[in-house]
């Protein structure tokens, strides 16, 4: 269940060197307030899981410009070239992960589970350091789950309880990631009551949700 | 043949491969011409990884939906019976199979069916994004690539670019041919009259079969 | 891509000692055309997954009381008193999972993961012949995925494509089991024209679905 | 006292145990009664394992709803706010720790926190349903039983039973008293003033430590 915030009170829960989870795919879904917010407080030494580290000017790129990640968790970084500057200039350290691996680490740690078996990566400079596990005559990377402490996750409507809708492909890696941090913080483009969001149509359930910080400025 | 003419040779040739009910991810780039000569009378669904089916073509300008990008973040559109979901499911749909065909280019493949396409160390380095989880998941994986690279091949005996996936390519089409990824290696199935075997092994690092059906390769 | 069909066509796939998964959850959101047409065609010696086996009269209830039912792999069987004769006479195997590990092994075939660790079992009768894995610290069981042949889904509402919507608490293991099986066959409530189901609402893409057969008799 | 009044007393003192905010998984049976005494000031939300939270009271004859029932298959409804998923999302929610509190029955329960409900060799075989991960995957899990069965002890040294969870309950309610399931054994919190810890101890296999802060149960 769900408190509706201030931006300000949403952002003091995040510390320098927080490991935090951001949803959105090359800046489509992405809680662009919270982030700007991040970059006007100056929050450094940030462990950032997202999908990607945006374009340059938009979001997470922002973050990169502002050099306030340490450590970036991402599947692909290649349309903002200052990631790449940064990574090979050793100012900011990259794990690169498959996408269908990293969405399915955070479901994991958002599930209960342990690890999962994918046959994804097999043969690949990412099997390195990992288990195999032999299913069937098969082979398949044992991946383990990947929480956060904090995730920050942009919705399309928020009811006052917490529960989520999310829009056409905005929705990308926000579900799966609040359901997998300690804190989840919703940027809701609109906030309503409780009741008008029909239950059927809730895409992440209020019991994921801890914040809400809502309207677009 | 310039860069534009290969491109659509290949994208052309590809799009022949498509059958009515296909579901198929085009990566980034060559890839996504693909879509645009699929024939009118085979109804195909487009796969967007990062979360929907139906992919249309990019809106008219002014028309672009803030909330709706291909995986490049481009603005596109959905087609009438398409639909959302999350990363989770998208890959649930990617990796358990249940896309038809996947079209991505190549730095490299080879006569195993390896593909190199995600990174160049020290070089470039990207990420890998979905292909790694496309290439293994999907039913048929087809290569869309020019034959050669500033004069070296592309198809090689092995690649030594890391890889994207190891032997999965089924497929590998370029402007000089089709060939097939048999567990006998590489036969070359199809020719483009505009060269001979011999110029098509030449560019070739890997051997070919020559199939005993040798078909011209035909585009329009 | 789904097609519809008529019922006799998509009963038709399925033969004696085929392996079906039903959905539904104590006959809530069971396919129950479908499986009063299985009756009638008596198929028989099939392999069925599902959480439960309904009750008496209802659900899956119907394949047990006419024993057509070789071996039933499900979570729970109490509400059902045929069952457990059937299963105490020797007549009926029945395989016991836990509801989560059952639904995430479905989930696990249908998203092509080899298997996935869960906390669930450690210490009980569940673990017994299977792997366990240590993760951080802690015991996990090695749990593997499990498909069938056909899938027989019970969907509210269904669009020519085979988008499909559920209502309320019908929804259950239906979308999962569309995941998993090579067939999807999905009795539809009502099937509406292509574009009638808005993109966000889709539970189950087309993509999953094979036939379709529809409107309540 | 007779049956139902050790029921009610074992589901109000369990109902004073649940917080404002708590999402809440009752099993069948006994443990569905709690939710009839939480405190009209205390917002809590019952999650129903097959597939919705928000779970509400059995409607009004005639106004059942055949597509909404409980995880037992008996009509009821649904709170404002509540939403419904699929059961994956239903067990992600239980087994990622997402369920604050789950009451349940037992067969038996030993000082080592170990449960066995869900089976008798030989007797009764209903399953485990969700049971066994709700038990791993909730933060809380409270059992509430009549302290013996038929004069014999259900709280043990070990149960002989086959188990539902290792070492996951922290707290036995019964109709004798409260016990927190610690390290250190089974402590003793709260007893219900019509016994005496001398006639508690007698009742249960496992051996008591009595807390020092030993306080009367109180409900209502």
Chains 1, 3 share one sequence.
């Not at chain 1, 940027?187 to 149509?201: K, R």
């Not at chain 2, 799009?15 to 011409?33: F, K, R, S």
């Not at chain 2, 890391?162 to 290696?185: F, Q, R, S």
Request: net charge negative.
């Amino acid at each position: 269940m769900a408190e509706i915030v201030s931006i300000e009170a949403a952002l003091a829960e995040i510390e320098d060197g927080s490991k935090v989870m951001i949803g959105g795919f090359m800046a489509i879904g992405t809680p662009e307030n919270l982030i700007d917010a991040m970059v006007e407080r100056e929050i450094k030494d940030l462990t950032v899981i997202a999908n990607d580290t945006g374009i340059p000017e938009q979001g997470i790129g922002k973050l990169i410009a502002n050099k306030q990640i340490k450590k970036m968790i991402a599947t692909h970084i290649g349309l903002n070239p200052e990631t790449g500057r940064q990574m090979n200039e050793g100012e900011l350290e990259v794990e690169l992960i498959p996408q269908g691996t990293l969405v399915e680490q955070i479901r994991a740690a958002g599930a209960g589970l342990g690890g999962f078996l994918t046959p994804t990566g097999i043969g690949t400079v990412v099997e390195e350091g990992k288990e195999k596990i032999e299913v069937d005559g098969e082979e398949y990377l044992l991946e383990l789950p990947m929480g956060a402490e904090i995730a920050l996750v942009k919705a399309w409507k928020a009811d006052k309880k917490g529960n989520l809708v999310y829009r056409k492909s905005a929705r990308n890696f926000n579900p799966p990631m609040a359901m997998a941090a300690d804190l989840v913080i919703v940027e809701a483009e609109e906030i309503v009551e409780v009741g008008e969001i029909d239950p059927d149509q809730v895409m992440t359930p209020a019991a994921f949700v801890d914040l809400i910080i809502g309207g677009e400025e | 043949m310039d860069k534009q003419q290969k491109r659509e040779i290949i994208t052309k040739r590809i799009a022949q491969e498509l059958a009515d009910g296909d579901i198929v991810n085009l990566g980034i780039g060559m890839p996504t011409m693909v879509g645009d000569y699929v024939p009118e009378e085979i109804d195909i669904t487009l796969q967007s990884e990062n979360g929907f089916l139906g992919l249309g073509p990019a809106p008219e300008e002014g028309k672009e939906d803030k909330d709706l990008g291909n995986a490049g973040g481009q603005p596109v559109t959905i087609k009438p019976g398409g639909s959302f979901f999350d990363s989770a499911t998208s890959f649930a749909i990617i990796r358990g199979g249940h896309v038809d065909v996947t079209v991505l280019g190549a730095l490299q493949v080879d006569e195993k069916g390896n593909l190199a396409n995600w990174m160049i160390p020290g070089k470039l380095v990207p990420g890998m994004g979905g292909a790694m989880d496309l290439v293994v998941g999907a039913q048929q994986v087809i290569v869309a690539s020019e034959h050669t690279i500033k004069g070296n091949p592309k198809i090689l005996k092995e690649c030594d670019l890391p890889l994207t996936a190891k032997e999965e390519v089924n497929l590998i089409v370029t402007e000089m041919g089709v060939i097939e990824v048999t567990d006998k290696g590489l036969v070359l199935k199809e020719i483009n009259p505009e060269f001979t075997v011999a110029e098509v092994q030449e560019a070739t690092e890997a051997e070919l079969t020559i199939s005993d059906q040798l078909k011209e390769m035909k585009v329009e």
